[in-house]
């Protein structure tokens, strides 16, 4: 009840720094509430099809709840998402958010990258970081899919997901040559 309260107070940036104080029946209560993503997100953080579902562990917290609350409020189209999240409370969105942020991005046993950065990417930077592991309030991309970056920039580029205002005009400046570029590299981070 008291994390409740500090969190309608002081926001989530203070309510995630009491969270890890609470007690433990809280953290119990969280996980029991991410355990059906591991359905297809993974036990270990591998989601089950990394081709069409994104890793979400070690992911930035303020984009997986911006990402649940799109869900549930339409404003992103998923069969799958949008109903699991449609009856989900915005303080467990919080929560879970929370949840998976705190955990380690999975490690890879592929080599590091030597290649140049593709043309188009350096615009990517600004928002997803230099080394583009992501920070608030964009995601990170080293690491995810080819098939699932190529998928998502191209849904940007052609307006069918417009939960972002800046990534629809980015991702239609760009060839889709270049996207594929640009995905191929972020595979391989």
């Known amino acids: ?12 940036g203070i309510g995630l720094a009491i969270a890890t104080a609470v007690p433990a029946h809280a953290a119990d209560d969280v996980e029991a ?3 059906p993503c591991a359905a297809c997100h993974g036990q270990n953080g591998v989601p089950t099809d990394p081709k069409t579902i994104p890793i979400i562990w070690g992911q930035e917290a303020s984009y997986i709840f911006k990402q649940l609350r799109d ?4 404003e992103r189209s998923s069969p799958i998402m949008a109903p699991i999240a449609k009856d989900i409370k915005e303080e467990d969105l919080r929560k879970i958010s929370a949840h998976f ?26 928002c997803h970081q230099p080394n583009f592991q992501g920070g608030p309030p964009a995601p990170r991309l080293a690491g995810l899919s080819y098939e699932y970056l190529v998928e998502s920039m191209r849904a940007f580029a052609i307006d069918q997901r417009t ?3 800046d990534m629809p ?3 239609q400046m760009l060839t889709e040559n270049e996207r594929e570029a640009i995905a191929r590299y972020l595979s391989a981070l």
């Open 71 to 74: 869900y549930r409020n339409g």
């Open 163 to 165: 939960n972002n205002g």
């Open 33 to 35: 509430k991410a355990q």
């Open 101 to 126: 942020a705190a955990k380690n991005w999975p490690t890879s046993n592929t080599a590091p990258v030597s290649a140049p950065q593709p043309k188009g990417i350096t615009q990517c930077q600004p």
């Open 169 to 171: 005009k980015f991702m």
């Open 1 to 12: 009840m008291l994390t409740r309260l500090f969190l309608t107070i002081f926001g989530v």
